[in-house]
């Protein structure tokens, strides 16, 4: 077994000003990891020839395997494959099927092919390509002095299907990395400190080959244990001794022991006890909706939203009393409630949600500052309601709002199995 | 007028290992951009002692200004802070003006204060505290080599408040670094190459102190003009002609000549000439209504949306027949015109859009496979109707069908004023 180290470079003037977040790296993070290939660094440079040549030459003395993403695109601001070409000392030479491939594209799309396009059939000799069914620039492998180098496009879509389809499936043969586990769970309602202080003793007990870090997120924590060595059997088992102490440990505050979303993990609780769920959000704006069918197979039980941003939306679809509006407020726990029960009869559905805050940042008062939110969830077993008052900007508000109402409906499903 | 070169440094092993996305990295690119300053590498590291260190010595070779973000929270993961103290040769100490922060905090909070929360008190005696507001951790800024390191917590709300309200006012005393200014504007429906072949000529004539990039994204295209020096007068001037020229170029695809996303184009639009909007959403589950309410001041044109992701909602709410469900399917254009039609009645609005489709990755056939979908867009001038076709995955078709139906309002909208 050997310890298997990768290095992201990720290749792209946008990256540097800003202008797109890199959702690449995390996720090819994710799936080296679970190959057991330890990411050592992440590094965003420039379309520079000087930073990306400095860039390869100094990531390959910390890592054994170096993925390129981006930098491949038609636009003049792209010269990473010219580079490449220079970097691994070959030429430049058409690759035919990769021609073939593009050719087909254009003929499928309807499209006039121009030399652009044609130019993206080019590939260093010295290159393996991987081709890439998901676009017109395909992947490239290089070797050079025993490391691994991969090109791949920048598109996300392009690259997971790349990563997917052609270098993870490699990963074996070019890699001996041993085993690595991991065991994720999910907490909610307790701060990362204070679950420290509920573990620290555990925490230190562990064995080196065993590490347990700490994830927080939307008022969440996640607790990852991981493992790292070459006895599959007895390591698995030492995890799960751990990971099943670690559990006992919080377990007032688990949510689920698995690395899955907080949303998915009300889905299942729906689904397995073939329950439904509509929702009723002011503020969120259909946030939570998003959450929910973002993952496939979410017609299985939700419903769908009444996003009733303005009031006379509240009160012409959900029958939210004027009086309660003028008298308690958009804002109230007597307006969320009415959401709440007109939604779930409105869609016939076992479980609702309904939200409504100030998610800043205007729109706050003295009375009711900005951050205020009332969720209401509801079932055949009554209703739960819970303020709640964030401190953040708007975009997390929102966000939190929704992970906290999911939150509140998975404790009153708990409490309340209908 | 100095070249100021940043690097990014982020710290943590929830970043390698692929649990959290790294959105604060590309935020404060932008703002540093807009204060003149070019992030020239961002770079990511575990919280590994060795790492952290050459990251440390590595950056600062390559740039003026170090910004490290995370590796302060208060857990045992964490050791920026006794390494930052090392790396600068002092001792720890702790910061009272802090210290009494967080007191205040954990006493408004109502909440036990643990030594854990007390040590985040404790700084390195070499650096100047960077109060935050917003949290326990407090920002610091060293000194060495006449380079400057400014270390910040990783959660982006307190970071972005820290670099807001203590860093990028520092940034004119700390650096000369003269003009920058962009100009961006977005197209929709023309691809990147071909774009480029419509301002090929004028690109080349650029001077080199103007740049231009492509920044492609959910089928539309950004274009962004900048200019560095440090003449504001002239160089605002020379910017504006190209800009000007750039804009004719590519009239026919213009959505705006600003540097603002699809929806607050659209948004604009309604805003600017009173009208109001309401959308049935299927296939996007609420995805529409999330982009044009988590920007504030949405409820100035937006009513709120009917999320019939169950085709029971579509029938009872915005009674499209149950014939048509049955004859043409959830996924026609009969369905959506319906469902634009109802909603735009129901919630007594302008304009509106209704979209259904397939998402993937199942429930695709041979006649309607996964991505198909359907958009109409509805007002007093009557309907527009598109069918699309995405190949993407679930995440990008929703996106895809969120941006695209927008368009279409767009083109809606400019074809009938109403």
Redesign the interface.
């Known amino acids: 077994m050997e310890k298997v180290f990768a290095s992201i470079i990720?290749i792209g003037?946008?990256?540097?000003?800003?202008?797109?977040?890199?959702?690449n790296?995390?996720?090819?993070?994710?799936?080296l990891?679970k190959m057991g290939i330890?990411?050592?660094?992440?590094?965003?440079?420039?379309d520079v020839w000087d930073?990306i040549w400095t860039?390869l030459d100094?990531e390959s003395k910390k890592a054994s395997l170096i993925l390129i993403t981006g930098g491949l695109?038609?636009?003049?601001?792209d010269i990473t494959k010219q580079l490449l070409c220079e970097y691994f000392g070959g030429k430049m030479v058409t690759h035919q099927p990769t021609l073939d491939h593009i050719t087909r594209i254009f003929r499928k799309l309807d499209?006039p092919m121009?030399d652009?396009?044609a130019k993206q059939a080019e590939v260093p000799d010295t290159c393996t390509v991987l081709k890439n069914e998901?676009g017109t620039a395909p992947g490239m492998l290089f070797r050079k002095d025993e490391k691994v180098f991969v090109s791949l496009p920048g598109v996300?879509?392009e690259m997971?299907w790349l990563m997917e389809h052609q270098v993870l499936p490699l990963i074996p043969q070019l890699f001996n990395t041993g085993f690595v586990e991991?065991r994720t769970l999910l907490t909610a309602g307790i701060?990362?400190?204070?679950l420290?202080?509920l573990i620290?003793d555990l925490?230190e007990t562990l064995p080196a080959h065993l590490k347990?870090?700490?994830?927080?997120?939307y008022g969440m924590v996640?607790l990852?244990l991981?493992a790292f060595g070459t006895d599959k059997a007895s390591l698995g088992t030492e995890l799960d001794t751990y990971f099943d102490e670690l559990k006992e440990r919080v377990k007032a505050h688990l949510v689920i022991d698995e690395d899955i979303p907080m949303e998915s993990a009300v889905s299942r609780l729906l689904i397995s006890s073939g329950k439904t769920l509509a929702?009723a959000?002011s503020c969120?704006?259909?946030?939570?909706?998003?959450l929910?069918?973002?993952h496939?197979?979410?017609?299985a039980y939700?419903?769908?939203?009444?996003?009733?941003?303005?009031n006379?939306?509240k009160q012409?679809?959900l029958h939210v009393p004027e009086t309660t509006l003028q008298t308690k407020g958009a804002v109230s726990e007597e307006t969320v409630r009415q959401m709440a029960a007109e939604v779930r009869v409105?869609?016939?559905t076992d479980y609702s949600i309904a939200v409504s805050g100030i998610?800043?940042?205007?729109g706050g008062s003295a009375e009711k500052p900005v951050g205020l939110v009332w969720v209401a969830v509801a079932g055949a077993g009554g209703m739960l309601t819970r303020q709640f008052n964030f401190?953040?900007?708007?975009?997390?508000n929102?966000e939190m709002t929704a992970y906290q109402a999911l939150n509140l409906l998975r404790i009153f499903i708990a409490g309340n199995p209908a």
């Open positions: 990720t003037d946008e990256l540097l000003i800003g202008q797109v977040v890199d959702t790296s995390s996720w090819m993070a994710q799936e990891n330890l990411v050592r660094r992440r590094v965003a440079v420039g930073e860039a100094e695109g038609p636009t003049a601001d499209r121009i652009r396009n998901r996300p879509h997971k991991h701060g990362e400190s204070f420290a202080e620290q925490e347990l870090a700490y994830l927080p997120n996640r990852r991981s929702t959000e969120t704006g259909g946030y939570i909706a998003h929910l069918t973002r496939a197979g979410a017609s939700y419903k769908g939203s009444v996003v009733s941003y303005d006379a939306v012409q679809i409105l869609m016939g998610m800043g940042p205007d401190r953040y900007d708007r975009t997390r929102i």
